[in-house]
């Protein structure tokens, strides 16, 4: 069956949501993007900006290592000249780092993360900045990007491709009849008025507020939103991503982008992600931490400090660091017997475009439609061009 | 110790005379004036719309003004602008641009503008505080926000203005290209009397950029280079090939 006229609602215009309207939009599916804010305004506008090398998860969570790798090297080809590509270091700065460091080069093997070991001067010799302790480092292919022009490069993409984008456009109900998904009631946030949407699928990519979603068409799906604090700081004082070498914990990351230092981050967990209060004790964590590793961290002025909810996938029991990183799409015909709606969740900024894939995949099997995915080839247009299509 | 403010936000609802809202909010003073807007829209009043993306001044989505000043509310704190417990904040949306709804502006024109100019996304880092030139990457310090549009008094009464953003991403353009005609072409661009012989060096938008980009020290750069490009004519002597790199001009200090 071909794709003309099947129409696709997607909720949500974070990055999840952005690269699944693009991946459908390119297999010519009709699609509407509707996002109850501005785009990016939920868990990807306030990223840590981290294009992952893997190296993170390479040790804990091989899976997610893996897709990141993989990923980091296609949005290098889709999004040229869009991201700082300086590379990361992972830097032991304790005995304990060094004793993590096999197992570390162990992780970057397996999962074919690029790796490069660096004395300690060889590495304080290419970041002047790192602490007087470091001991060594390995180098990675980290890089930066910029989440919120990151949706919005697919977005344009998109709605090239006739997809059409509404933000500001709040889900306040889901159409189900006969234990079937066909369209949804949303919010005019602009004019202040309701009307519905009709539709053959929709696509919950909501992030953390995925719940409140899926609970409109009686469905539960275990998504935990999971906050981190951030902080901005002034000044530049790495080119290159610095991680802490050792197993992940709070304050363990520095990211350079432009001119700031962005240190991070925490982990809780929280009923309601609307509003999250900054933590005044992860703050200073974020200091102290963050300054083991570029001491100068810690007598420089913040300039941002944010909070958001990841919305990693498992059950509120879990200890937050322990659920993997890795994302998981929900086919509801098949766990719930609600047909017509999809749930993309958990993953990562780095590994949108794959999380789109994925979805299209399962989208496109229930709808009938033998297209191809070709995102992992097709140059995405400016985030500039957004506005202009 | 939380204080008690006094917020004003100019509500635009489209066909509705604009109106002014009031809201009371507790918050620490040290918190920034976006989690007053965000506290606002969570716990008060779900028709309030404004955009935020990043919470660290990176993105510009956030851009109004503030008691009167064009902001990033994500970087300002409730205790800068507010000055005392039980003092005011009034929110509007920024100025010279279209209002789509509350504190949300039309950021084509800008976007329209930025794409003419070509300004890469991605250019050279800035050497470290103290440390030589290196070869390394960074975005462009222009975060695209609009301040320095909405604080301009030329952009206020002159729409064929092509503005300081755009002017300055244009100098951008020219510094990092080697081609020759490219950066003549540049320089054609914006040696119009609708470009840089426009700015009345009011110097608004060097003082309110929260990016260290300096839009009016750029544009005297441009004029300076126009007026080489004059000269050199008139003398016939050719169009020096070499790029621009170094010429730059001092960054206003936050």
Known sequence: MSAERLSVVVIGAGSTGAAVAHDLALRGLAVTVVERGAIASGTTGRNHCLLHSGGRYCVKDQESAVECIEENMILREIMPHSLELNDGFFVAVSDSDMDYMRKFLEGCEACEIPYKQLTADEARQQEPYLSENTLAAVAVPDGVFEPQRMCMAFLATAKKNNAVVKPFTEVVGLHVTGGRVHGVRVWDRISLTEYDIDTDLVVNAAGPWAEEISAMANVDVPVVPTPGVMVSMTGRYAHKVINRLNVSSDGDIVVPQRETSIIGTSSWTVDNPDYIEILEDHVQMMYDRGSEMVPILNKVEPRGIFVVARPLIGSASEDEREIARTFQCFDHAQRDNVEGFVTIAGGKTTTARAMGETTADVVCAKLGVDEPCRTKTTRLLSYRAFYRI | ?254
Not at chain 2, 169 to 184: L, P
Not at chain 2, 208 to 221: E, F, H, Q, R
């Open chain 2, 1 to 254: 110790m939380s204080w008690t403010i006094n917020v004003t936000i100019e509500r635009h609802i489209v066909a509705r005379p604009v109106t002014t809202d009031r809201y009371t909010v507790e918050i620490e003073p040290h918190r920034n004036i976006l989690d007053v807007i965000e506290k606002i829209w969570a716990e008060q009043d779900r028709t309030l719309t404004f955009r935020h993306g990043c919470h660290h001044a990176s993105c510009g989505s956030c851009a109004i003004v503030a008691n009167g000043r064009e902001v990033l509310p994500c970087i300002v704190h409730v205790e800068d602008t507010v000055k005392k417990d039980g003092g005011t904040l009034a929110l509007g949306p920024l100025r010279n641009f279209p209002v789509i709804a509350d504190l949300v502006v039309d950021m084509e024109p800008l976007f329209a503008v930025m794409e003419k100019a070509g300004m890469p996304i991605v250019g050279p880092a800035d050497p470290l505080p103290g440390q030589p030139e290196d070869d390394y990457n960074a975005f462009e310090n222009c975060i695209e926000c609009g301040i320095c549009m909405s604080a301009c008094p030329v952009v206020a009464t002159d729409s064929e203005y092509m503005g300081p953003a755009g002017l300055a991403a244009v100098y951008q353009s020219i510094n990092h290209t080697a081609d020759a005609s490219e950066r003549s072409r540049l320089l054609d661009m914006v040696d119009t009397p609708s470009g840089i012989w426009r700015c009345h060096v009011a110097y608004e938008c060097s003082e309110l950029c929260p990016s260290n980009v300096d839009p009016a020290g750029k544009i005297m750069t441009l004029r300076r280079m126009a007026t080489f490009r004059r000269i050199r004519r008139l003398l016939g002597i050719k169009e020096k090939k070499e790029a621009t790199h170094g010429i730059d001009t001092t960054p206003v200090k936050q």
